[in-house]
């Protein structure tokens, strides 16, 4: 059997009578088998030329060949795609008990409700006397 190679497609020649046969095997991807002759050492930084496809709330990171792409903090999603957490929807907010939760892109606030003093992650109760 001889294998012949054209335009990148291997056949194998198969002697028929006086003829040959010829049957198409497979075609070579020299991309992913590593036998192609491109220059290997060409770390393009799509972060930093703009060429990424990362969304407006995610991080780009540069490795060689290619780049990743990871929802920054308070968002989720594929890196492509990053949607806002609603941690007070979702109970993953750290706001006291008497305190109100507002959500916002990336993060939350904490207010503490009316009669009550605080940062929010902490309120204590507000003592009113009237003085006769
Ligand atoms: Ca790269
Ligand atoms: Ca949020």
């Known amino acids: 059997m001889t294998l012949l190679r054209l335009n990148n497609v291997l056949f194998f020649k198969e ?9 198409f095997i497979i075609d070579i991807n020299e ?10 050492d060409a770390n393009i930084n799509e972060c930093t030329t703009n060429t990424d496809n990362c969304h407006q709330d995610a991080e780009c990171t540069n490795i060689i060949g290619s780049f990743n792409c990871t929802c920054k903090a308070g968002y989720s999603g594929d890196g492509v795609n990053c949607t806002d ?3 007070c929807t979702t109970n993953t907010h750290n706001c006291h008990q008497d305190a109100d939760c507002t959500n916002i892109l990336g993060s939350f606030n904490c207010t503490c409700k009316n009669g009550y003093s605080g940062d929010g992650g902490n309120c204590t109760g507000i003592l009113n006397f009237k003085m006769n």
């Open 15 to 23: 002697a028929v009578f006086s003829s040959y046969l010829y049957h």
């Open 85 to 87: 957490n609603n941690e």
């Open 31 to 40: 991309c992913t088998t590593n036998t192609d002759n491109c220059h290997k």
